[in-house]
């Protein structure tokens, strides 16, 4: 009935066949079950969490330890760090958990002013800003960018934050097929001229939404072919680097770094701070002007409470170690570590005859299950061997796209990498994702 839906909104959302509703219930132990310790490479999973166990859970659960092949700890810092936890415990001492204000209004601690120029020189902008939610940080600045009268031009499979943040912004939104540069050149050319003054045109602004790699396909953009369309039609360019920024490219800086682009191409890059950092929050960098201007319009920065302290310490720990500036090297290890195990993972998963999305290079790695009903029998499978996975469906991917999202970190040891292997390689003979058998391979 729809009252037993209500507590499985998300997932249900849009959804109206009724069977389709049935069969999510019938698997939504799937996603969402708690964890007991933090995200690391070995997790702590609660045992008995099924979908009509209403009850809350308590920290006494039963919990069994579980190989963690599904979080987006890349550098491996969400776990106790020899510079970063010190620092974050002084921190929360001496500013507590909450500024209890906006930046504007007392909100602004000397620690958000020291991440923000960080920031900038890490990312290689001029100037930026930071926010207290990476989700935010997308829905909030977009519209704070542009308007009715302008034009966005965003990737078809860009994230629910882009999304949000363009349908909110008021401006006329036109999709362009996933990472390909050249629908993105004929979109722009149904709307404006090559070369068209920007004075000219009968868009006052035009933006294009990208990713640096995509969080479903584990992909890397096409960012140069990107820019230079972007350049021609004098259209301003807007990276989400959520997924790349600290893990990818040699010293970190993302995928500008990766691929060798300028980041004087790129206008406006957003990140966040969840994924390579191990905290909280997201940034905007790019020109003092424009970061100026978004400090005194953006909702978000004026109205809402500032990024936790402590939270903002350990960006600030964890960039300095991917600089080196902590006085030892384990930014560049960890940085060496997380592409060969991704490149690892990734080759061994397409020698077993899995098909396996994404670049190398790329932590994230979907196995493509396709059939939704086979999400459970992975999950669970995965599950009863001691290997926790995170399932991404519909409608995060197209209802007959179902996969296995499998992100590797650089806390990941060869042992680990390989028992989750032996682990996948077991439950895809078992449930028949395999899909390039081996035999097929060697013609
Ligand atoms: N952008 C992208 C591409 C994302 O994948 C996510 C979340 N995974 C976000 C923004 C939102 O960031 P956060 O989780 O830090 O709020």
């Not at 890349?74 to 958990?97: H, K, M, N, Q, W």
């Not at 006052?204 to 640096?212: A, F, N, S």
């Not at 042992?415 to 078992?430: A, H, P, Q, T």
């Amino acid at each position: 009935s729809s009252k037993n839906l209500q507590g499985y909104a998300p997932i249900c959302l849009g959804l109206e066949d009724f069977y389709i509703r049935r069969l999510y219930l019938r698997i939504q132990d799937c996603f969402g079950r708690p964890i007991a310790s933090p995200p690391d490479a070995w997790i702590d999973v609660v045992e008995r969490y099924s979908n009509d166990n209403n009850k809350t859970l308590l920290r006494t659960a039963k919990t069994s330890k579980c190989l963690n092949l599904g979080s987006y700890n890349y550098l491996g810092f969400a776990a106790a760090d020899e510079y970063c936890t010190p620092r974050v415990i002084e921190a929360l001492r001496r500013f507590s958990p909450s500024t209890c204000g906006a930046r504007v209004d007392g909100g602004t601690t000397v620690l958000h002013t020291e991440l923000e120029e960080l920031v900038a020189k890490f990312v290689g902008k001029p100037a930026a800003v930071v926010l207290g939610m990476g989700y935010v940080t997308n829905s909030a600045i977009i519209p704070a960018l542009i308007g009715k009268g302008g034009l966005i031009i965003s990737d078809s499979l860009n994230h629910n934050s882009i999304i949000n943040g363009a349908r909110g912004s008021g401006a006329t939104v036109r999709v362009f097929q996933h990472n390909m540069p050249s629908h993105l050149e004929e979109v722009l050319r149904e709307q404006i001229a090559e070369g068209q003054p920007r004075t000219h045109r009968p868009w006052k602004k035009i933006i294009v939404l990208v990713e640096g790699i995509y969080s479903m396909e584990g992909e890397l953009c096409k960012l140069p072919e990107i820019t230079a369309v972007c350049k021609k039609y004098k259209a301003y360019t807007y990276l989400d680097e959520a997924h790349s920024i600290g893990a990818i490219g040699k010293t970190g800086r993302g995928v500008c770094e990766q691929l060798g682009v300028d980041t004087a191409d790129v206008d406006i890059m957003m990140g966040t701070f969840t994924k390579s950092f191990g905290s909280c929050g997201g940034y905007i960098a790019g020109s003092k002007e424009l970061i100026q201007y978004l400090k005194y319009s953006c909702p978000a920065h004026l109205y809402a409470t500032s990024m936790s302290p402590p939270a903002v310490q350990q960006v600030i720990s964890a960039v300095k170690v991917v600089l080196g500036e902590d006085g030892s090297n384990r930014g560049a290890q960890k940085l060496a570590r997380i592409r060969e195990n991704s490149n690892f993972f990734r080759s061994e998963l397409q020698k077993m005859g899995f098909e396996v999305l994404g670049d190398n290079d790329s932590p994230i790695m979907p196995i493509m299950l396709y059939n939704p009903a086979k999400i459970p029998a992975f999950s669970r499978e995965c599950l009863r061997q001691n290997v926790a996975v995170v399932m991404a469906a519909f409608p995060a991917t197209p209802l007959l796209l179902a996969r296995a999202r499998i992100c590797i970190s650089a806390s990941h040891t060869r042992e680990d990498l390989v028992k989750g292997l032996e682990v996948i390689s077991r439950v895809g003979d078992l449930i028949g994702i395999k899909y390039f058998p081996v035999e097929h391979q060697k013609h």
